[in-house]
């Protein structure tokens, strides 16, 4: 499991450096043990809470990367607490594969009653915790060739403005009518009841918007990792 406590580590250590706080919230035992985590940056005059997620599925990095990416190097708001889980499943991002290692789905797996221990870590980490916006990044599938799009629920502004600066950085934007079984219409889908982290943050009113962007895989990682570090940037400055 050395690639995975090679970034606890890192964000660790940037954590550390930037006056953020880091913590472990959970362990998580599998045929290895992995410790969870979360970072948060709380300024002392914040009006709005953010939350970003990363790496739900193990094999899509570039949420982990995005963030770290913002927290290395952009400034940190003086009036919003932002909190951060760069890697939800950290078995999965060990083994670069989708689920993890109890073959848990993690984002189909937030509203069942058989639940994994990340997410059962996670939620009691989240206890009486309310945000303004909630952001999981995800990576599209490489295989399938698509471009970038974006799922969310409430208030459509802030998906607009996010697809706007895609454009702005030449990420090409998906055409498709409909993504998933569900309408869309210039990379946006409105939402879908799937059991997911960002459904499970909607329904019990844990956040008033969530946003899941589908960073395209098919481009360069390092573009890629821009892009959500971008995204970040965006939901951050709104």
Known sequence: MKKYLNRLSEFRILAKKRGLKFRIIGTVRYARTYPLFRI???PAKWKKKILFAGVVHGDEPAGAWGIKKYLQGSQLPRDKWLTFFPVVNPSGYEGYKRRNDQNFDLNRNWLAKKK??????IKK???GERFSVFVSIHDNDWRENEDFYLYYYGNKTLPVQIVTEMKRMKVEIDKRKGIGGVPAKGGLVYGSADGSFEDWMYRKKKAKIYIVP???????FRKEVEAAKSII???VNS
């Open 125 to 127: 980490s989240l206890k």
């Open 40 to 42: 948060d940056w709380k």
């Open 214 to 220: 589908e960073m395209p895989s098919k481009v360069a």
């Open 233 to 235: 940037e965006v939901v």
């Open 116 to 121: 994994a221990e990340e997410i059962k870590a």
